[in-house]
């Protein structure tokens, strides 16, 4: 059974307390960097918005990023699908040509 460790982050200058696997502790701080450091970038670029705005472009910057690192894994699953047909292919004529 994996221990549950209490972390406080800070997402946008508030603070949360959160009980997390220890294995992801380095994963969840450094997805909150990544945050922090998107939502301070939107700070310094869109001038006269409210917190609200920055921390909703920051969250749609991130699963925008999440969706597409989804399509390239699924591309290249099928890539990788392709490329063994190929060889599957080439391993049959070899044999047939010997």
């Known amino acids: 059974m994996n ?3 209490p972390i406080n982050i800070t ?4 603070t949360y307390r959160l009980k997390i696997d220890t294995k992801d502790e380095e994963t969840v701080r450094k997805t909150v960097k ?3 450091d ?5 700070k310094s670029n869109l001038a006269g918005k409210d917190m609200q705005d920055f921390v909703s472009m920051a969250m749609l910057w991130f699963a925008t990023e999440q969706t597409k690192n989804s399509t390239t894994i699924i591309n290249n699953k099928d890539i990788e699908d392709e490329l063994n047909s190929i060889e599957q292919f080439l ?4 044999k047939v040509n010997l």
Do not use: F, G, M
Request: no cysteine; proline share 0%; aromatic share 6%.
């Open 3 to 5: 221990e549950l460790i």
């Open 11 to 14: 997402i946008a200058d508030r």
């Open 34 to 36: 990544v945050i922090n």
């Open 38 to 42: 998107k939502i301070l970038e939107y």
């Open 91 to 94: 391993t049959k004529s070899v």
